[in-house]
């Protein structure tokens, strides 16, 4: 579609030529790229980012970590930068730190600069596009015999340092991180033996002791430490294992308690390790590492920690008992205190093989289970971890906030409330003069008062609908700007919302009629089941549209903050992602996190986030409507306006779905609630309305509202200014929107009422039949925003061209719908 109707606005907007794109910000430095935590150590996971997701994670914990960690092949190749990218975009999403594990796939010798400055390339965009903050863990637990690149010092020095001087050249965001295996059982090799027995090029470097041999008494540490000048932070794996290693000395934890695989850490098992104290075999007292390293060079440390049950072993301790004794020794605010600059602590949250037992497949997670998940996330809390955000959150929920923020208060706060307070008092006049109307040209009145299909709904719903598409086609011109401020307070989704809730409310009952409760209800949901297929249809097709050559998908699929959400200014220019992970469906077979995502509309184009919130209340109208019906509308009122106040109190996010962050299900079935009872009952409202105390109480109640807000307007005094933040916000549905939106309705109405046959005249012809099939047209909006973004050479501010192309747009919509293009398809 897009195809099509890109070639046809060509012809009606001039190709001037594409203007350049200014040059990239000079990169700044960052004083301090990692944060110091607020309070105790940064706590985050290593997750097995092939079946799960830092989404999926935070989920299971109940809250945000505040950092990730992620293993990659180096040098990097084209699908692993892949991985950086989304590994990136999902931290950025929970503001979390990234932990990027490099681990190299050819020898230390054969990586070049070359290599370090592709790794850099790749910081530098994530960190452009998602603010990431990335801790470059390069080989890790070098000192060890179970990795390849392990026990070479020289080669690997070398390596770090080359590879550390490209990192802190040319992306000063990230941070190098050398992190050894603990020492305990070094050098693994089963056997202490002479130097020459070990194969080592490094042999002399590695006998600290001078005695021909590298055995326990040597230094595990030094030999690999390539110097203060190349490391920012520190780091050392330190594992709870419950057995007798495999060289040979006996593990402090199990000494002469239980030699079984699956036991409870002894009390001050990870403080010994700490000490450099445990696991040795011998009584010599040996200098931390912490004291070593991050004390000697003022560096902060990071602990990879974890502690494992293999459910083939023996053992009688529980896995519950065996994990949450060890994060307790980690977490632990005493430890804490002794050792400060411990600042992050990374757990091993995997299922993995593990040579210590045999190759079998052991269980280090601890969020598999709904309540260790419950006890970890206590514990931390309780030991003080710090969690939550440590960088800028770039999630779909800022995405959606700057989004419509920039839609609905595009302008000052002030001018926002001169807007609705215009609004309040040009309402009371056109109520007024629609009762004049009324009274005097009786003949101008709308002629069919019972008509089932109502028009003046049809009518409103095509002004709506219009101007949402003009809304979503970011060019000026008049159109937008009618569009953006003729109704103050509120913007089409509400109307929409609430004017959907009153058609279904009206033609649900004859279908119960006609059909009985049943059918009606099996068909409600069979609509309902058709807008969710075709909303998966439409977040698929943009995607692969995106794929195509020369077309810019980015209009829609992605978000550039204009700095007018909650993040602030500051964030202005920052481009969202709402595509992340949809590659994956891709994979053979795809990872479910992904298919999670698409199946609970996690992704889509932002024109579009507000379809999953009507597939949701198309679902609940039979169960809605069967009390309704029963004269129980008082009852789904109340219950609507609990919900709503437990969602304005609580921030209930019912749903992971993209539409959940801006249009939260909790507060937004209340204008769709509304709507079904006053479809049902509208001639009863309608009689209420019009009867002659009912158009004086209403007049009375809009001239007051018109005088209030006039008169704080006058005044302009810290009342006025208090107005906007607190009752006209547009995501929590605040009481003066839908004070607001109850008036436009009521107004219009009226209006449409008294004076149709001069309005409908007019506009009737165009905007009635696009009201009636109003998600018809929402969902192929989506397709004509996306042509319009591939226009070379359109000029967004020019009035006369968003005149051009928003008068193109709306014309061939409603050919469309006048000659049923995919009308059979297209849910209506």
Known sequence: MAAL???????????????????????????DPVPAPSGGPYFGPQLDWTDDSAAQYADRLGARPSAYAQLVAYPLGAADVTVVEQFAQQAAQQGALAELTLEPAVALDDLTAEDAQDLVDVLVDVHEQYDSTVLVRFAPEMNASWTPWGQEPSAYVGAFRELADVVHAGAPDAAMLWAPSYGSGYPFTGSSG?????????????????????????????????????????????????????????????????????????????????????????????????????????????????AFYDPEASGDDSPEDIKRTWWRQVVDPDTAAAYPDIALITWLEVRRAEAETGDTVVDWRVTHTRRLAEALRTDLRAAGVDLGPVTRVIDQEASNEATNQYLTDGIEAGDQMGWITALVVAAFVGLLLAGLAGRFVPSWRYPTPDDPRDRRLDLLRGWIICAVVVTHIEVAGPYSYVARNAIGAITGAELFVLLSGIVLGMVYPVAVRRQGEYVAAVQALLRARKQYLTALVVVVLVYLISLVPFVDASVVTTFTDRGTGSAGPQAAGQVYDLYVNAPRLFDYPPPWYAVRQLLLLEMGPWVFNIMGLFVVLS?????????????????????????????????????????????????????????????????????????????????????????????????????????YPNLYQRTELQPGRLLDLALVVVVAYALLTCVWKPIAAATGWFLVPLG??????????????????????????????????????????????????????IPA
């Open 619 to 723: 679902l609940l109208v039979p169960a809605l409507m069967w009390a309704v019906q029963r004269g129980f509308w008082w009852a789904v009122l109340l219950g609507s306006a609990g919900l709503y106040g437990l969602g304005r109190w609580l921030g209930l996010d019912l749903l992971p779905s993209q539409f959940d962050d801006v249009f939260p299900l909790a507060v937004w079935q209340v204008p769709f609630c509304v709507g079904l009872v006053v479809g049902r009952y509208r001639r009863e409202i309608t009689r209420t309305l019009t009867s002659r105390a009912g158009r004086v109480l209403v007049a009375l109640a809009l001239g007051a509202y018109a005088a209030t807000l006039g008169v704080l307007w006058l005044q302009h005094g810290p009342a006025y200014d208090w107005l």
């Open 5 to 31: 109707l890109v070639p046809l606005l060509l012809t009606l907007v001039p190709a001037t030529p594409t203007a350049q794109a200014a040059p990239a910000a000079p990169l700044v430095p960052a004083a």
């Open 194 to 306: 002479r130097i020459e027995g070990l194969g080592s090029r490094d042999l002399e470097r590695l006998d600290t002791t001078g005695d021909g041999l590298v055995d326990a008494a040597d230094d595990p540490y030094g030999p690999y430490f390539p110097g203060p000048e190349a490391v920012d932070w520190v780091g050392l794996s330190v594992y709870h294992y419950g057995i007798r290693l495999d060289d040979g000395e006996t593990d402090t934890e199990t000494e002469g308690i239980d030699e079984e695989t699956n036991t409870v850490p002894v009390p001050g098992a990870y403080a010994d390790r700490l000490d450099e104290a445990a696991g040795y075999g011998d009584d010599r007292l040996r200098e931390s590492f912490y004291d070593r390293f991050s004390q000697a060079y003022d560096l902060p440390m990071t602990v990879r920690t974890g």
């Open 772 to 825: 009636r099939v109003s998600l018809y047209v929402f969902i192929v909006h989506v397709f004509f925003v996306l042509a319009v973004g591939n226009v070379p050479g359109l000029d967004r501010t020019s009035w006369w061209q968003g005149l051009v192309v928003h008068t193109v747009v709306l014309g061939v919509i409603w050919l469309m719908v006048r000659y049923k293009v995919l009308a059979k398809i």
